[in-house]
């Protein structure tokens, strides 16, 4: 019983020495900052011009690149003067219904319409691997 009553007293000297010390240091405190309130007003006022300067350095050396994309529709003209290049066209080795199919390509229709031309499925028209087509 006598050392829990000792505890009660040991905590309670403990905790007032803490606030006495705390009180001393915040009233330190408070005198440092009065002391010397200009000084730390010019390093306040410092910084933040510091800090404005590196911000309006690094605004006046960012690139001023801007991108735009345009998007147009090009229309390329069909011309009358193609030539069919019998040889390579039997390198192909294409059937007759194969070949039908390739000129509907050519001549930039999409696979619906090709399919509907020539009264297959949409599967049907539709390459298993991509086409290229050189002029």
Sequence with gaps: MTFL?????IILYGL????LVFTLKWLQWKFLIVDNSIDIYIGLIAVF?????VWIATQLTKPKIEKVIIEKEVIVPQTDDFTINEIELEKLN???REYEVLQLVTK???NSDIANNLF?????V?????ISIQK
């Design 5 to 9: 009553k000792d505890l009660k007293h």
């Design 49 to 53: 011009f510091t800090i404005l300067g």
């Design 126 to 130: 539709k390459p298993t691997f991509p």
């Design 120 to 124: 297959l499925s949409i599967s049907t």
């Design 16 to 19: 007032i020495l803490a606030i």
């Design 108 to 110: 930039g229709q999409s």
């Design 94 to 96: 294409l059937t007759r």
